[in-house]
């Protein structure tokens, strides 16, 4: 079976990433930094989490190291494993280890969808101890000063089995991400896509719409993400109803009478 | 109009560089003003309309339609632009383009009209459309007469104004935002319908306020749905001559299009217009009865005053209890503060923030929802919400005493197993020490015929929940790294290879195997049986265990129900219909048809005692599910706050002892409490019982996948 690559190179930032502060975050994640205490990103995809980070491991100057978990990713796909090279076993580090070795934050997106034996090796790493076990070179890392591990998660799924336990959210510090309020939003648009103010006021307008129809035929209202990429199509010339049918629409759901029902709504602001 | 501005428009929309493909601009431009007045707004309203579909489509109907107007009258005209949109909707730009160049051909009476558009073709889309908008959640339904009574929207149940599809179902989307937007731009504030209602209007004169509260919602549609809006000019009037005569009204009525003028402005115009002659009420427009809504409007008060205070009440002991000091008396008007966030014009929404005490507070959706309703009826909070709710303690006391005199727990001690259970006082918040006796009983089994009828009544939807949660189990991937397994999982085999070439312990995760009967899930379904689901309800709930069954016997689930329900704190009852190793045989279903309605719903015993009995089995997932159709209530003082504060606390224990609890409801107003309750993501509200069956399958499939 094929496996998605892994992200295991150790990369600064070197740019700022844009990043629009939505309430006291920065300062909460600076201050668990300095404590050594890992953090928990709640909160719906495409609201900032990623970008969150990625601008947090700028302004701390440290590298960043992305794992995308998904329900194949099994301890040795984060802590490493053994190869054969020319007939001889080389030990190579999976990019959680690299990341405790060169105290980067490790960013785990997603982790309820990881294999659930994964959460045991993060539960040493995330007390006190700081430790990463890695059991096949016998050997107890101790995470450096400079390590953080972050994990997001999306409280918002119904299953049962996707949920969080107890025992492993309950070592972070959490921090609650949402959309950010209709003039954040409207901002962040602009600055990510260059659009009119105008375009902007009306793709958060009807971002809000589709959220209030969350739980009563959509699953989940349209993100942040979605509208930025209605806002580059506007921007490249395409009419605005077109790019939200393609962008936003489309891409939230295959009803026909739902989409018919962003297409107008759509219609009514533009 | 002038060159110039018409120039201006072209620009505007876009259409200018597409219009010199057909011919000279100046010329298109010098035809249309040699129209009337009218006539040239018509055609700009339309090609606006039509430029935010095509742009294209747009200029091409702009330069047709001078000459075709000079063909035709209104009536056709119209139905020509209507013939074009549904071409282009359904068969593309050419096929569009080709109608519009063949005006000369179009007429009225020689076309073969398409079917008129019905209510119930487009009443999903409706509902989602006007959820979307924003404001009150409304419901909507086909009715004889057109109108809102603020809480819901009736609509005619088939439109054919048109004689194609097309602008049929646009006129329905646009009667039903026009019915919205009386409710969400102030037509029916509490004040103004008092008046209304008060006065005593006439006939006449109420039709002069629907006229003027028309232009008044128009314009605040223009702001800020400006697509709408469009819409709304386009197609709103039957002719000419109608047009004029609006706008003339509009001219004379200007002072109500300045933003920030209400219901009360329309109402006092009233007299000022009586001596004008009416324009015939646009196409989207109902018509008005204020008894209908002033009934609605006072019991939704009532019941918002009420959810209200019991909100901010606890709002504040949470507050309190985190600030740790005792629970304060001060009247919570001193705490509180509503801002309305509309700082922002352009995005001006009902956007509602609480201040406590200066820092703002962070409220769930459902309360904003409650607000924002609230909002909608006072354009405020009224004073008198925001004053401290007394709740007399010794009065509930005395309740309780009398109850727990009323001993009749001694009749059949021996014959069923007793549970004591304690209760949480959400006003001493403390727990009154085994305060609740319940007892469980087996349900008196009844014929299973009721279960061969049910799945032959619901084959169709049977084979397709069978396929769906087969598919469950099909979906499950290949699993990696199993001690056992069909295949050999060759990541693995390579690791394990350089492993034991580097001389560590050999370990025989290597096959792979399809993941299936693995999925560790206990489910307790808690079946309402309390005597408020007496017909429909009942059949419902026995309807949607037969489906379950079957399909939770594909999965291999496993499974439990309970029904419960009881009288007062010594006589909780539950009812086994199925317990976990027992397995579906004619034994249960016998029992599932013998389901009955029983008393009343004391919640939280019944969720303490099943909760237990769900915690004795070994399982991994522990799923409480409630199926049930109101709040929980009980003969004694278990009611209203404190019946919904110990339920929430029974779910919060069952949380921390690692059960998942979900809800499905048929109770409409449960908005008001399961959020609370449950938490905003675990629970679900079906609006017709008639879909029950169907949804628990799904709602089921969707807690566990
Ligand atoms: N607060 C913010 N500041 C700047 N950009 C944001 C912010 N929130 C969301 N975005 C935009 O939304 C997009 C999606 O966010 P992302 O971080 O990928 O979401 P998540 O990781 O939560 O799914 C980003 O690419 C960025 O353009
Ligand atoms: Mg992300």
């Known amino acids: 079976m094929a496996k998605p690559e892994i992200q295991t190179k150790q990369s600064f930032i070197i740019e700022e990433p844009y990043y629009e502060s939505i309430a006291d975050e920065i300062a909460v994640f600076s201050s668990a930094y300095r404590n050594r205490l890992p953090v928990l990103l709640k909160g719906p995809t495409g609201c900032g989490k990623t970008r969150f980070i990625e601008h947090m491991a700028w302004r701390l100057k440290r590298p960043l190291v992305t794992v995308a978990c998904h329900d194949d990713l099994t301890t040795s796909d984060l802590v490493g494993r053994y190869l054969i090279k020319n007939g001889e076993t080389v030990w190579i580090d999976g990019p959680l280890t690299s990341a405790v070795r060169n105290g980067s934050i490790c960013y785990l997106d997603e982790i309820v969808e990881a294999r659930k034996d994964t959460s045991v090796v993060i539960h040493s790493l995330c007390d ?78 009807l971002g809000s719409m589709t959220r209030k129809l969350k739980g009563n035929g959509l699953e989940e209202g349209a993100s942040t993400r979605l509208l930025i990429n209605a806002a580059k199509l506007i921007s490249d010339g395409i009419l605005p109803v077109v790019a939200t049918d393609t962008a936003v629409a489309q891409a939230l759901t295959d009803d026909t009478e739902m989409l018919e029902a962003i297409h107008e709504l759509s219609r009514s602001v533009f | 109009m002038r060159d110039a501005t018409i120039q201006d428009f072209l620009n505007f929309n876009l259409i200018h560089k597409d219009l010199e493909r057909y011919a000279q601009v100046d010329d298109v431009i010098s035809e249309i003003t040699a129209l009337d007045r009218e006539q040239q707004r018509l055609i700009c309203d339309w090609s606006e309309l039509i430029a935010c579909s095509n742009r294209e489509l747009a200029a091409y109907f702009f330069f047709m339609a001078p000459n075709a107007s000079r063909h035709m009258d209104h009536q056709n005209f119209i139905a020509w632009i209507d013939l074009t949109i549904t071409k282009f909707k359904k068969l593309g730009l050419d096929e569009a383009m080709v109608a519009l160049k063949d005006f000369c051909k179009f007429s009225l009476s020689s076309i073969e009209c398409y079917p008129s558009c019905q209510f119930d073709d487009v009443c999903r889309f409706l509902h989602y459309f006007v959820r979307g908008l924003g404001g009150r959640e409304m419901r909507v339904i086909s009715d004889q007469s057109t109108f809102t009574d603020t809480g819901t929207l009736f609509l005619p149940s088939s439109i054919d104004l048109f004689p194609f599809a097309e602008l049929n179902y646009t006129l329905y989307k646009l009667t039903a935002t026009h019915l919205w937007a009386q409710t969400r731009y102030g037509t029916w504030r509490y004040s103004v319908t008092k008046k209304l209602v008060e006065n005593c209007l006439t006939e006449e004169k109420l039709a002069v306020f629907n006229r003027l509260e028309c232009l008044r919602i128009d314009e605040s549609v223009r702001r800020d749905f400006p697509g709408l809006y469009r819409e709304f000019k386009a197609l709103g009037d039957k002719d000419l001559a109608a047009r004029e005569h609006w706008l003339q009204w509009r001219e004379r009525a200007g002072i109500l299009l300045e933003p920030g003028k209400t219901a009360e ?108 309703s609230i909002f909608q009826d006072f354009d405020g909070i009224p004073e008198e919400y925001i004053k401290s709710i007394e709740i007399s303690r010794s009065h509930q006391e005395e309740q309780s005493q009398i109850k727990s005199s009323n001993n009749s727990q ?13 209760e949480w006082d959400f006003i001493q918040q403390r727990f009154r020490k085994d305060f609740c006796t319940l007892r469980e009983f087996l349900i008196i089994p009844d014929d299973e015929s009721f279960v061969h009828e049910t799945l032959k009544k619901y084959g169709g939807l049977l084979k397709s929940i069978r396929k769906t949660f087969a598919g469950v189990l099909g979906e499950t991937r290949l699993m990696r790294r199993q001690m056992d397994g069909d295949d050999i999982d060759l990541d693995a085999i390579i690791e394990t290879y350089a492993d034991a070439a580097h001389g560590l312990e050999n370990r025989e995760y290597i096959y792979t195997r399809y993941r299936n009967h693995n999925r560790n899930v206990a489910v307790m379904f808690m079946v309402d049986m309390s005597g408020s689901t007496l017909g429909w309800v009942n059949k419902a709930e026995r309807e949607s265990l037969v489906l379950l069954c079957e399909a939770l016997e594909i999965l291999g689930d496993r499974y439990a129900i309970f029904g419960f329900s009881g009288s007062g704190n010594n006589g909780c009852e539950v009812y086994r219909i199925k317990e976990f190793e027992q397995v579906y045989d004619q034994q249960v ?70 059960i998942h609890t979900f809800c499905i409801t048929i109770d409409n107003q449960a908005q008001d409490y399961l959020p609370h309750m449950y938490g905003e993501a675990n629970y679900t509200v ?20």
Request: aromatic fraction near 8%; charge should be negative; include cysteine.
């Open chain 2, 410 to 422: 001694d009749q059949d001690l021996n014959s069923h197993k007793l549970f004591k259970y304690h």
């Open chain 2, 265 to 372: 402005d329309s109402f006092f115009l009233i007299d000022d217009f009586m001596e004008f002659s009416l324009p015939p009420l646009k196409y989207y427009q109902g018509e008005m009865f204020v008894d209908k809504v002033y009934e609605v409007m006072r019991e939704r008060i009532d019941r918002e005053k009420t959810r209200f205070q019991s909100e901010w009440q606890t709002l504040r002991v949470h507050k309190d209890a985190a600030v740790g000091e005792e629970a304060r008396q001060d009247p919570l008007e001193e705490l509180i503060e509503v801002i309305k966030s509309d700082e922002n014009k352009e995005l001006s929404d009902l956007n509602i923030q609480i201040t406590m005490e200066g820092a703002v507070s962070n409220i769930s959706d459902s309360q904003q929802r409650l607000i924002s």
């Open chain 1, 128 to 205: 006190n101890r700081r430790l990463l076990p890695i059991e096949k070179l016998g050997e107890l890392l101790p995470a450096p000063a400079e390590f953080c591990l972050t994990i997001s998660y999306n409280p918002g799924y119904q299953s049962v089995l996707k949920d969080l336990k107890q025992s492993t959210r309950q070592r972070f510090i959490a921090l609650e991400f949402n959309y950010p309020n209709t003039n954040l939003e409207r901002i962040i648009i602009e600055k990510e896509t260059n659009c009119e103010i105008n375009t902007a006021c009306q793709l958060v307008k």
């Open chain 2, 686 to 705: 079906i609006d017709e019982v008639q879909k029950l069956p169907q949804k628990v399958a799904d709602i089921y499939r969707r807690l566990t996948t």
């Open chain 2, 589 to 658: 279903q016998r029992r599932i048809s013998g389901i009955r309605p029983k008393s009343y719903t004391r919640m939280g015993t019944a969720i303490r005692h099943l909760g237990h009995l769900l915690n004795l089995t070994h399982a991994r997932n522990k799923l409480l599910i409630t199926l049930s159709d109101g709040r929980p209530e009980d003969c004694d003082n278990y009611k209203g706050r404190y019946g919904i504060e110990d339920t929430r606390h029974a779910l919060m224990e069952m949380k921390q002892s690692g």
